[in-house]
């Protein structure tokens, strides 16, 4: 009886409370980590949207690592913390907040990664139709890597390395590794978004010039569509950057491309999927926008253990300010239609 009660009392305490009314969100923006204070300082991801969108209504929120910002036009900003265990705590907990009215508003994660300079370049953004999770696998260390195996990375219960799909099935697996999102919300962020300006700068044009085998890393910033992995373990170099790339086709198929990776994503959407569960949050209105800072392997004549800790070229300011940029111009787009799909208004103004 008492099994059957907790998660009754667990869902109610999740509802609004007699008298008060939730406040229906429109947009929620899913930052993943700040500086220092989400306002007056250097920002990180937080702090552009307080200030410059600008939110600026605060809400007390312990149950994550910075208060929530919003405004009166329904925009609600949360910061997350680094790693997908703070991702997953702190949108659960925002998701099941009696305040807030979540259950038809997009969610917009705009966040800076790491890029693959096979297809991207520095201060780039980056709308995903797949997130893979790159941290439930086996592995084993690399000295100790069998000669004829590529990597020591593994599908859960695997004995090898996959080779082609149908081997990550071998073993045992989980249902959080492959989140595909709705394609159609992805296209329409880049088209909404592809002619938005970036920055670019001499630091970072000079850092580029070092990719000497990669056209694409040589390129300035622009608005792409690419798929990101997500991974608590950060990780780096030629040879971690060839698995990635095999690990999403393995997971999201033939036709996805890794170009960026990440330390969040898979908590967020694993948390936005049980908080469709309840009903208390769509997962088919996400979107992922994640922009270069930093590329994920070395330029020939640096190794690995260099290019992993090398700073950021501006600090990795350009690529915060893209993710504002490209990500505030989408949000434009979601109010304007909200609570429709952004499409359906078009098609409706066109007629």
């Known amino acids: 009886m008492a099994r059957g009660f907790l ?63 919003s405004n009166d036009d329904g925009v609600l900003a949360v910061c997350t ?7 997953t705590a702190t949108i659960m907990a925002l998701g099941q907040d009696p305040r807030f009215d979540l259950s ?26 797949h997130v893979v999770d790159g941290d439930l696998l086996y592995e084993i ?11 020591g990375l593994m599908p859960l219960g695997a004995k090898a390395p996959a080779k082609k799909p149908e081997d990550i099935y071998t073993g045992w697996t989980v249902d959080t590794i492959h989140f595909a999102l709705n394609r159609d919300l ?27 085998a990669h056209p694409a890393a040589q390129q300035a910033p622009s608005v792409q569509r690419g798929d990101t992995l997500a991974s608590s373990t950060y990780w780096h170099g030629a040879l971690m950057n060839r698995w990635a790339n095999s690990w999403v086709k393995l997971y999201a198929g033939e036709s996805a491309n890794f170009v960026t990776t990440n330390m969040e994503d898979t908590g967020t959407l694993t948390a936005l999927g049980r908080l ?9 209105r996400v979107l992922v926008l994640r922009t270069v800072s930093n590329y994920s392997m070395p330029p020939a004549g640096r190794d690995a253990a260099w290019s992993s800790t090398a700073p950021y070229p501006d600090q990795g300011q350009p690529a915060l300010e893209a993710a504002f940029r490209v990500g505030s111009k989408a949000l434009e787009g ?4 909200w609570p429709a799909l952004p499409w359906e208004v078009d098609a409706g103004a066109a007629q």
């Open 7 to 69: 998660p009754v009392f667990f869902l109610l305490l999740s509802l609004p409370l007699p008298g008060l009314s939730a406040e229906p969100i429109k947009v929620v923006v899913v930052t993943m980590f700040e500086r220092g204070a989400p306002q007056g300082d250097v920002p990180g991801e937080l702090q552009r949207w307080v200030e410059k969108f600008p939110l600026p209504r605060e809400h007390a929120f312990p149950a994550g690592p910075f208060p929530l910002f």
């Open 81 to 87: 913390g680094g790693g997908i265990a703070n991702a």
């Open 104 to 129: 038809k508003a997009y969610w917009l994660v705009a966040g800076i990664a790491g890029g693959d300079p096979e297809d991207t370049s520095l201060g780039s953004a980056v709308w995903a139709e």
């Open 141 to 151: 260390d690399a000295r100790e890597i069998p000669e004829d195996w590529p990597w």
């Open 186 to 212: 992805a296209a329409w962020a880049f088209e909404a978004t592809k002619t938005v300006p970036l920055e670019d700068s001499p630091a970072m044009a000079a850092f580029r010039k070092a990719f000497t």
């Open 276 to 284: 469709g569960a309840l009903g208390l949050a769509d997962p088919e």
């Open 334 to 337: 979601l109010l304007a239609a």
